[in-house]
Nanobody, 115 residues
Framework: QVQLVQSGGGLVQAGGSLRLSCAASGSAAGIESLGWYRQAPGKRRELVARKIKSGVTLYGEFVEGRFTASGDFAKNTVFLQMNSLKPEDTAVYYC?????????WGQGTQVTVSS
């Protein structure tokens, strides 16, 4: 089992910034991917950013250079720096990890961007 514990998030005005953090523990030695997804009310969960251990980082199309995923696979940590936030970025953000072809999720954290 892998546990993902995330922190950060909250309320910010449009144009502001927030940083999310996530740490994986448990059977996390073989982590293949770490990243972030989000889900807004009434919408499907979507990719925000996902780091692959090979070095590739994938971003959702809506990111448009505003968000940066960083982290350290040796420490099983991943971060999401979000700048130039928009009201449409309001959602619950979930930390994501993939180990041995299984997906794991953090507890979720609310990000609310006011206009």
């Amino acid at each position: 089992q892998v546990q993902l514990v995330q922190s950060g998030g909250g309320l910010v005005q449009a144009g502001g910034s927030l940083r999310l953090s996530c740490a994986a523990s448990g059977s996390a030695a073989g982590i293949e991917s770490l990243g972030w997804y989000r889900q807004a009310p009434g919408k499907r969960r979507e990719l925000v950013a996902r780091k692959i251990k090979s070095g590739v980082t994938l971003y959702g199309e809506f990111v448009e250079g505003r968000f940066t995923a960083s982290g350290d696979f040796a420490k099983n940590t991943v971060f999401l720096q979000m700048n130039s936030l928009k009201p449409e970025d309001t959602a619950v953000y979930y930390c994501y990890g993939r180990v041995a072809d299984e997906d794991y999720w953090g507890q979720g954290t609310q990000v609310t961007v006011s206009s």
